[in-house]
């Protein structure tokens, strides 16, 4: 009896990881298909290389260029803004901060997590906007900086939490080899403890980078809606998960080269952030290797 | 003649009074009624001792009796426990450490330590080495350079290391580890070297290895090593001190601790008849 309800349990078990794995392979498939009917009328050259996305014009131009360069860009200041405040938080935390304090504040941090992307881009939109418009008087009313500021601030947790957990599992041995041979707390914690934790760190970058790179709501609302392939923060753009999600909510035809569009570029948003996670996977290998 | 040699040691409170710790000037440590408490509970209850610059001194005793607790008070190691409290003056060349001026970081470049558990850093044999005189600002490359070299020779790895020494610490054996942590520590030069049980994590080989290597290493620095190994004491140290719950029971001459202990507890402790 006992052993038929443990069969029972196994088998259970072992349906659910098949049915995700289907799921997982299904889109893929799904994304792959669709993109190459997509190639087959569209060059890949001409996507690559091509300085304009019009799909919906009449003038069609197929260049995925702007669509990236709109995401690089608003993740870039998304991650220049939460690197920075992450890493000096974790190491805060971990090095500094009485257990008590760290115990209450790393939960909290969280939270930021775990706010909907929708109150976000809100917040870009209708706070953080027209505050940096007093200091930047030329800043549009969508543009890449706020979204990205906002972004930063929504990623800050994945860094401090993730970086915070690296820090903390470096064995106090280190630490205390490192203050017996004459260091003090800021040479222990840059000199000693940050670079052991290099690999748990450069892991919560990437996890964070990857987050940035596909957030939607955040840019779809504060970002704008106009591909254009520029590094000028203050100016509107469109990343590639706003495109897809202005196409889907549009009135453009299944089965149409538009609609193939969406994925074509979701392909390429994917083959990024599937290259970001196969990364850090790897460092993550690395690092277990090191400590075993 | 050093006062604790004297007479054979009836109780502590006998050596209390007889050792005058400030005037000593051949004593490299001299502690002068040091008490520990972890909260309320009292760790070390009143030691008076002084150790004598070039020698080994063997700290002995059951576990949990105090003698890290007391080792780490040479270094001020202890200050990060949040619960410790201490009482009492520990002088190192004269100068009391638990003065508020002290520079902590400048004591711990005269009092090296070396733990129980191998812990080099995790980079390269040449960077742990080389990592306390960086981080003192050294930047002159033949210096540290030569200061490498001269460290893992004195601590007998420069051979089996020589050409790697863009290694990983982390690659070495438990014993060569050791040695490399003792490498680091004599690098930047102290005059005292605390090991806390620096054999445990060890095979009998390396063991050997660091007994030999703690025996030419006194000609120029005053040892400190806490030991669980009887036989070690007795061959590598030149005073040993037996501890027990707290108190400092016995502290004489290795060869008399050993032979012709003068306490009863010492004696039970050292042929295993303890507790
Ligand atoms: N951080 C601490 N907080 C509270 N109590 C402590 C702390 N460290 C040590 N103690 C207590 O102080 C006493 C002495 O500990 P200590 O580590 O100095 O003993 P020891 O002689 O070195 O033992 P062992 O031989 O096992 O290493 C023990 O009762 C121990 O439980
Ligand atoms: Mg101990």
Redesign the pocket.
Known sequence: MRKIKELIIEKSLLSSALVTIAVTLGIILVLAIEAFRFFSEVSIFDFFTDTQWTPLFTEKHFGILPLLSGTLLTSFIAIAFALPIGLSISIYLSEYAPKAFRKSVKPLLELLAAVPTVVYGFFALVVVTPFLQEIIPNLSGFNSLSAGIVMGIMIIPYISSLSEDALHAVPDSLREASFGMGSTKFQTAFKVIVPAASSGIIVSIILAISRAIGETMIVAIAAGQQPRLTLDPTVPIETITAYIVQVSLGDVQHGSLEYRTIFAAGITLFVFTFLLNTLSYRIRKKFQEKYE | MEIIMEKPIKEPKILDSVIDTSLKKTHKIAVNGAKVW??D?E?IKGIDMTIKANTVTAFI?P????????LRLFNRMNDY?D?FRMEGKIKIDGNNIYKKKVNVEELRKEVGMVFQKPNPFPKSIFENVAYGLKIQGIKDKKFINDRVEKALRQADLWDEVKNDLKKSGLALSGGQQQRLCIARTLAVEPSIILMD?PTSALDPISTAKIEQLIFELKKKYTIVI?T?NMQQASRISDYTAF?YMGELIEYDKTKIIFTNPSIKQTENYITGRFG
Not at chain 2, 63 to 70: A, H, L, Q
């Open positions: 972890y909260g509970f760790a005793g576990s949990g009796c105090g003698k890290s607790t007391f426990v619960s049980e806490v669980h501890f």
